[in-house]
């Protein structure tokens, strides 16, 4: 399994199974969901970008020794799950800013709940 960057459509996770080749896109990188600063245009679409921006913050704060409980850790998954079925079902459209937002709070809630199960 590995990462590779395609210049169309960002990140894509491909793997073989079952003899097959199956490549994932993992990120739609649409221009209009995607966050601009001054004229340049981040390559991965809001939710994506705060994901990773969780992801970081969330390994440096655990090296610092930062605790968040196993529940706190799950409720900050919710508001992303949330955002993302109202879209889908309630045909809402969701801001950049609270995509940004829940998509932070989703993967450093992920990276401690994770952490959680692994050095109880």
């Known amino acids: 399994m590995h990462i590779r960057w395609d210049k ?3 990140p894509v996770l491909s793997a073989k199974f079952l003899g ?3 490549a994932v896109c993992l990120c739609h990188r649409r221009e209009d969901r995607s966050l601009k ?3 340049y245009t981040i390559p991965l679409c809001s939710r ?3 994901q990773i921006i969780g992801i970081i913050l969330a390994i440096i ?3 610092f020794d930062f605790k968040l409980s196993l529940i706190i850790s799950f409720l900050l998954m919710i ?3 949330l955002d993302g079925f109202t879209q889908t ?3 809402r459209e969701s801001k950049n800013v609270i995509r940004l937002t829940t998509g932070l709070l989703f993967s450093f809630g992920l ?3 994770t952490l959680w199960w692994l050095y109880v």
Do not use: D, E, K, S
């Open 79 to 81: 508001p992303m799950v």
């Open 111 to 113: 990276i401690y709940f």
């Open 37 to 39: 600063i001054h004229n």
């Open 20 to 22: 097959q080749n199956i």
């Open 8 to 10: 169309r459509i960002g």
């Open 61 to 63: 704060l655990f090296i």
């Open 89 to 91: 079902f309630l045909r």
């Open 48 to 50: 994506c970008t705060g």
